[in-house]
């Protein structure tokens, strides 16, 4: 029992972390981003949501046979110069904005030199090199150091819990 109920405390303070009650990126962006952070600009819109609870003992939505996420513009191994755009595909789950989990469906993250993939079912940290997109958006811009990076596209669901490593996409890249 009191396991459960840590978990459920942890997850809520998951989804906490995850409401930036609408607050800007960089004030000098022409978009502002749904998260902060210190190494890397992103250009986005912000997305609010109220943490339901209610859905933190739900099942992680199975994953559609097929689905997939990828990087549409970058490929292995490119160099780019920042700040540069990030288009995020996805394929055979739905594109849906965060806050309701909905089957068959989810939305962008993107991590930033934090490994390949993150656990099915662990909800995505909001930080400098976690960044969520739960409008439901298909592309940012990235503004991150000279030097190599590896970038991971991770889909989860609408709580901000990891599909795992069967919807990740990780890449490395060079930024001049």
Known sequence: MQKIQFIGALLFLGLAACNDGGSKVD????ASGDTT????TVATDTHQHTADTSQLSTAL????????VFFVNLKEGQTVKSPFKV???VKGIALDSAGIIRQ???????LIDAG???AAGEVVLK????????????????KLAPGKH???LQYADGIHRSYGSKLAKAISITVK
């Open 116 to 118: 390949d993939s993150l």
């Open 150 to 152: 590896r970038i991971t």
């Open 61 to 68: 939505p199975a994953i559609p046979d097929g689905a997939e």
């Open 87 to 89: 288009q995020m595909g």
């Open 104 to 110: 068959a469906s989810g939305h962008h993250h993107i």
């Open 37 to 40: 952070q210190p190494s890397a």
């Open 27 to 30: 004030e000098s962006a022409a």
């Open 127 to 142: 930080d400098s090199t976690h960044l969520h997109f739960g409008n439901a958006q298909s592309e940012a811009e990235l």
